[in-house]
């Protein structure tokens, strides 16, 4: 289903004009939605180009130095290879709902998940860490995501077994009208929310493989990801690495869809669990007053986790 002007909604150019096609085909946009209110979700930033300054994905705040992401807006395939957007090239913009406002900071380095993979249908290990080469400061309006537990495999198990016709909220910006060309413009300044519900695995997949079953996926729990279709709108290309949020916690980001507003074909977010375990040497600073939740501090969360590894770029 697609949205004519009153629908608001995200659409990105990840690198160059002949890279377009590509990026149409991975990257997620809300359509639909209303604007999010001033720190409400002071943990989410758009990651834009420098020349010229345009917004191309969503981000979370882990700590006044990294930013969470999904991988695919940190680069791209050829073949075996993954070549990474040179850090120079990305800004970082957080502490407010507009985009041209609110602390912007340069980008140090961006390490994608080792395991980060482009599949035949959607991504697995859709997580990208943005080291800034200058801190946040933190604030009202710009704080580390809230999470449901300290501990990484128990915030598995309380979001796996809330996957369950959950009430939540994707949050992005972007663009606000759908033109002759099939495709969208007028990027929105402010912060968008849509209200989308969270199905379980079972569901998720029978939706994925209605015909034509292109969309098919069968492993949505191996690949640590849930679904989630929206209310009155979708989730499509441009909100990649924003946050879904359920209960003012962040469960996951936005990974990738089978198709944008085309109910009821979901779309898929990766679990946010998955993305906190990282290597040491991932982390350039530990911040021992992040606001993950009350009394839970970055250093508690971090200094337990079992290590996966990530390749840096």
Avoid at 157 to 182: H, L, P, R
Avoid at 193 to 206: A, D, R, S
Wanted: aromatic residues 12%; neutral net charge; charged residues 20%.
């Amino acid at each position: 289903m697609i949205y004519s002007g009153k629908g608001l909604c995200i659409i990105i150019v990840l690198f160059e004009i002949s890279l377009y096609p590509y990026v149409r085909s991975a990257l997620p946009k809300v359509v639909g939605g209303i604007p999010a209110k001033e720190d409400e979700f002071p943990y989410v930033v758009s990651l834009q180009y420098t020349l010229p300054r345009k917004h191309f994905c969503g981000g979370i705040i882990l700590d006044v130095s990294h930013v969470l992401t999904a991988c695919h807006c940190c680069g791209m395939f050829r073949g075996q290879r993954f070549d990474t957007i040179p850090p120079r090239k990305v800004v970082v913009v957080g502490g407010d709902v507009h985009l041209r406002k609110g602390q912007m900071r340069p980008v140090l380095r961006l390490t994608i998940h080792k395991k980060c993979g482009e599949l035949a249908i959607g991504w697995t290990y859709d997580y990208c860490l943005v080291t800034l080469a200058q801190r946040f400061l933190y604030g009202t309006a710009l704080k580390s995501i809230p999470l449901v537990s300290p501990d990484i495999e128990q915030q598995k198990e309380i979001i796996y077994n809330f996957a369950d016709k959950t009430d939540c909220w994707a949050v992005g910006w972007g663009q606000q009208t759908f033109n002759s060309s099939d495709d969208y413009e007028n990027t929105s300044d402010v912060l968008i929310k849509l209200g989308v519900v969270v199905l379980p695995w079972k569901e998720c997949e029978t939706r994925l493989c209605f015909v034509p079953k292109t969309r098919c996926v069968l492993n949505l729990r191996e690949r640590a990801q849930i679904c989630a279709v929206g209310k009155t709108g979708d989730v499509c290309k441009g909100d990649s690495g924003g946050p879904i949020v359920c209960n003012g916690f962040v469960y996951g980001i936005v990974s990738w869809g089978p198709a944008c507003g085309e109910l009821p074909f979901p779309s898929v977010f990766s679990v946010v669990s998955e993305g906190l375990q990282w290597p040491h040497d991932a982390w350039l600073t530990v911040l021992t007053n992040a606001n993950w939740v009350p009394g839970y501090s970055l250093s508690n969360i971090l200094l337990p986790l079992s290590i996966v590894y990530f390749q840096l770029y």
